[in-house]
């Protein structure tokens, strides 16, 4: 049974857990969440600070903050404020915006994101919001980096002639690819592009 609730800053040993065992090394351990940012994210926003649990365990986190000006090119830092969201969260933002979405090896294809992705859907609509929107990986672009541009590819994994691990659940869960955000985080998987999809209610 997967329940999502929002998270407290007395939920960070458990998601601090689920970060160790999603990005272990060599991740640098410096990019998980510290306890500033949680206690930014449910200060500024707690209605984005999300967690996911199965059997009373914490399996997963999602952090969403709102936003005016998604469509700008800009990075996952610039966006974020390098993860604390407290200067760039706008209370009047009508873009619902994902900074992370983290689920626990051990569970993922069992729905988990997908709750997450329907709590999401869910706040947008209870905030009468415009869209929700991300820019995600395309952890699978570099494999035929070498064949293809990150549009190509993009367009290859929309009409279902490749699979990206990220991109094509985006799709599942009926988000659509807007344009390639290049530079948008280190990423060697991604050749650091990013893809920013959204979904409108």
């Known amino acids: 049974m997967i329940t999502i609730r929002p998270y407290t800053l007395a939920d960070y040993d458990?998601?601090?857990q689920v970060q160790k065992e999603a990005f272990p090394p060599p991740f640098p351990p410096e990019l998980w969440w510290s306890q500033e940012e949680i206690a930014s994210h449910v200060k500024t926003f707690p209605t984005g600070a999300l967690l996911a649990e199965w059997n009373g365990e914490v399996v997963g986190s999602a952090t969403s903050l709102l936003v005016n000006h998604a469509d700008q090119p800009h990075t996952w830092a610039e966006v974020s404020d390098n993860g604390l969201i407290?200067?760039?969260h706008d209370p009047t933002g009508k873009t619902l915006y994902g900074i992370d979405l983290c689920v626990r090896p051990s569970v993922r294809k069992q729905g988990v994101a997908k709750a997450f992705y329907d709590a999401r859907k869910q706040t947008v609509r209870d905030l009468k919001l415009d869209r929700y929107a991300t820019v995600c990986r395309i952890p699978g672009y570099h494999i035929v980096a070498h064949t293809y541009t990150p549009e190509q590819y993009v367009e290859l994994v929309q009409t279902g002639k490749l699979t990206d691990p990220v991109l094509t659940f985006m799709f599942k869960q009926g988000l659509q690819a807007k344009h390639v955000?290049?530079?948008?985080?280190?990423?060697?998987?991604?050749?650091?592009?990013?893809v920013f999809v959204e979904w409108r209610p």
């Not at 290049?182 to 592009?193: A, C, G, I, L, R």
């Open 86 to 88: 407290a200067g760039t």
């Open 181 to 194: 955000q290049p530079n948008y985080v280190e990423d060697n998987e991604s050749h650091n592009n990013g």
């Open 14 to 16: 458990g998601l601090l």
